[in-house]
T-cell receptor, first 111, second 117 residues
């Protein structure tokens, strides 16, 4: 079956540091890939997505590139802010029925 | 405002007492799904529905039931809750165009924290 493996947390960074959260996946077909973010006490919301190989998703300074050859979708941001503190989930959706999520990575950004 | 609404947001109950968590969306989405979130396990899919009267099991369906009688509503039913169903539950919805052509993003509710004593 499908699976998503993402970097274990928690991750603690200082403000303005560079962020990378690794995500790799296993899928039988050609999934769409997503990063969702969960702020404290809230539901998940879409951060960015990519629907085919070599697509780059971007939003709010975050970026991730769909790499089919390495089955990866790493999340990056050049300069994190305190407000980026949240839990980040990598996910794939291969058909309309099921989505598969990683375990989540907790990011804390300190001033 | 486009949203997915879950109720209740918090519930403490006892083993064996039937409960229902409601989920409603106002985006005319065909697809709806339930997940549970547990520490160290991420999100796991319980049940999903591609459209009215069409439901299917996710990865962890045991102990849960669902129904989809109307497009906007997708309640999660725990007929006889047990302590291992203590968790944070999320409902989500998305568009669905059929076949394998739709892989759009999910829209999530704010979650329902359930404690079973």
């Amino acid at each position: 079956g499908n699976s998503v493996t993402q970097m274990e947390g928690p991750v603690t960074l200082s403000e303005e540091a560079f962020l990378t959260i690794n995500c790799t996946y296993t899928a039988t077909g050609y999934p769409s890939l997503f990063w969702y973010v969960q702020y404290p006490g809230e539901g998940l919301q879409l951060l960015l997505k990519a629907t085919k190989a070599d697509d780059k998703g971007s939003n709010k300074g975050f970026e991730a590139t769909y790499r089919k050859e390495t089955t990866s979708f790493h999340l990056e941001k050049g300069s994190v802010q305190v407000s980026d503190s949240a839990v980040y989930f990598c996910a794939l959706r291969e058909n309309a029925g099921k989505s598969t999520f990683g375990d989540g990575t907790t990011l804390t950004v300190k001033p | 405002e486009a949203q997915v609404t879950q109720n209740p947001r918090y519930l403490i109950t006892v083993t064996g007492k039937k409960l229902t968590v409601t989920c409603s969306q106002n985006m005319n989405h065909e697809y709806m799904s339930w997940y549970r979130q547990d520490p160290g396990l991420g999100l796991r899919q319980i049940y999903y529905s591609m459209n009215v009267e069409v439901t299917d099991k996710g990865d962890v369906p045991e102990g849960y039931k669902v129904s989809r009688k109307e497009k906007r509503n997708f309640p999660l039913i725990l007929e006889s809750p047990s302590p291992n169903q203590t968790s944070l539950y999320f409902c989500a919805s998305s568009l669905y165009s059929g076949g394998t052509g739709n892989t759009g993003e999910l829209f999530f509710g704010e979650g329902s924290r359930l404690t079973v004593l």
